[in-house]
C-alpha cells in the first residue's frame, strides 16, 4: 500500500498527523510521489537558505565581536597621571602611543606625538595597525588609546591589545581611560595637540 | 549620652572640617562645569551639512523649533540604545516641534547608512567632522547629545549614558515653552 493511500490529501495537511508520518514513509512518499518529492526538495531548500540567513544575522554576528577592554590583564593598563608624567620626563623610554579609534576624534585633539592607528574593532584598523607595527622590535614599549566611550563599553582596545599580543609584541600597554578621552585627559588640563 | 562627650572645642573643630571641605570641593565642581558646561547658555554654533538622503540640513533654518542634537558613532553601544528611543520622540512629539538631528562621528558613512537603515531612523543624519566637533567644545566621548531650545540657545548637555528619563524631562520643559 502506498503511503498516499493511506493519507489523503486534507489529512497531510494536518500537523497532527504530519507528525505521525514515519521517516520511512517519507521516504516512500518521496521515491514514489514525484511532486511531493518536488515540494519535499523546495521545502529542504527553504531551510537550507533560512539556516543561511541566521548565520549571517547580526544576532550570530556578535559572536564575532572583537574582545572588550575588560578583557586586558590589569597589569597591562596604565592610568592617565603615570603616562603624563612620563611624557613629561627626560628619563623615562618614551612609549609609541597609537591612537586605536576613531580618525575623527583624533583629528579634534589627541597626546602629543601619539599616532592614529585605525580602529581596533574594525579589520581596516587592525591592517593600518599591523603596518605600522611590522618594522618594530617586538619588545617595544607601545602604548594603545581610545577613548571614544566608558572603559566597559569600548570596541577598540582590546581588539587593537590582542591583534599586538597575537603578533606576540611583549611590552604593549593600555591608557586606562574611564569614560571618554575629553573627561580623561583634555578636562584634565594634560598635554593635548590639535 | 555621647552627644554630652562633644566638648565645645570638638564641635568647633568639626565646623571647620566641614567648611573646609566645601572650600576644597566646591571650586573643582565649578571647574568641572565651566568646562563641560560650555556650551550651554549660548547660542547653538550653526552649521549647514548635507544629510544622507541629500538633503540640506541648516540649523538657522530651525528656528522656532526645539532642537535634539545627538552627536553618535555606529561603534558607540550606548549610541545605539538612545537613537531609537529618539526617533520614537521625534515621532511623539513631532507635532509640538521638536527637530531631531543625528551627527555621525564615523570615519566612514557606508556603516551609517546601514545602521540607520537597520533602526529604523527616520530623522535627518549627517556626518560629522573634527571642524564641527572643535565648535560644539570638542566631541571626544559619546554619546553626547545637546538640548536647543526655539531661539537657538544651548539649553542642556547630556554626556555618556545618561537616564533617558532626565533628557526626556528637560526636552518636555523646553517645548512647554513658545
Known amino acids: 500500500m502506498k503511503p498516499m493511500d493511506r493519507y489523503d490529501n486534507d489529512q497531510l495537511k494536518s500537523n497532527s498527523l504530519r507528525i505521525k508520518v514515519s521517516a520511512h514513509d517519507l521516504l516512500d512518499i518521496l521515491v514514489s510521489e514525484p511532486h511531493m518529492r518536488i515540494r519535499s526538495i523546495a521545502t529542504m531548500g527553504s531551510v537550507a537558505v533560512i539556516a543561511f540567513l541566521l548565520i549571517q544575522s547580526p544576532a550570530h554576528a556578535q559572536s564575532a565581536l572583537p574582545p572588550a577592554a575588560t578583557t586586558i590583564p590589569s597589569t597591562q593598563l596604565i592610568q592617565p597621571e603615570e603616562l603624563k608624567t612620563m611624557l613629561n620626563s627626560t628619563r623615562s623610554v618614551q612609549p609609541l602611543i597609537l591612537q586605536v579609534g576613531s580618525r575623527v576624534m583624533f583629528d579634534q585633539a589627541h597626546i602629543p606625538t601619539s599616532e592614529y592607528a585605525g580602529p581596533g574593532s574594525r579589520e581596516g584598523g587592525l591592517n593600518l595597525l599591523r603596518g605600522r607595527v611590522k618594522t618594530l622590535a617586538k619588545n617595544r614599549f607601545i602604548v594603545l588609546y581610545c577613548g571614544c566611550c566608558p572603559w566597559n563599553r569600548c570596541p577598540n582596545v582590546g581588539g587593537a591589545y590582542k591583534f599586538l599580543s597575537d603578533l606576540d609584541f611583549t611590552n604593549v600597554k593600555v591608557l586606562y581611560i574611564a569614560e571618554n578621552f575629553g573627561s580623561d585627559w583634555v578636562s584634565k588640563g594634560y598635554p593635548v595637540a590639535h | ?178
Open chain 2, 1 to 178: 549620652m555621647r552627644i554630652k562627650h562633644f566638648s565645645g572645642t570638638s564641635i568647633l573643630a568639626l565646623r571647620w572640617g566641614f567648611t573646609l571641605l566645601l572650600l576644597t570641593l566646591v571650586p573643582q565642581a565649578g571647574a568641572q562645569s565651566s568646562g563641560a558646561q560650555s556650551l550651554v547658555g549660548r547660542r547653538a554654533p550653526e552649521f549647514v551639512r548635507r544629510d544622507l538622503t541629500g538633503h540640506n540640513l541648516d540649523l538657522a533654518r530651525l528656528h522656532g523649533k526645539v532642537v535634539l542634537l545627538n552627536f553618535w558613532a555606529t561603534w558607540c553601544a550606548p549610541c545605539q540604545v538612545e537613537m531609537p528611543m529618539f526617533a520614537h520622540w521625534q515621532e511623539q512629539y513631532g507635532p509640538q516641534k521638536l527637530a531631531v538631528i543625528g551627527i555621525s562621528m564615523d570615519d566612514d558613512s557606508g556603516p551609517v547608512r546601514r545602521m540607520i537603515h537597520a533602526q529604523r531612523i527616520d530623522y535627518p543624519v549627517a556626518m560629522g567632522d573634527a571642524t564641527l566637533g572643535k565648535r560644539y567644545g570638542g566631541v571626544l566621548g559619546l554619546p553626547l547629545t545637546f538640548l536647543i531650545d526655539r531661539n537657538e540657545i544651548v539649553r542642556a548637555k547630556f554626556q555618556g549614558e545618561t537616564d533617558p528619563g532626565k533628557i526626556e524631562a528637560s526636552l518636555r520643559s523646553l517645548l512647554a515653552t513658545h
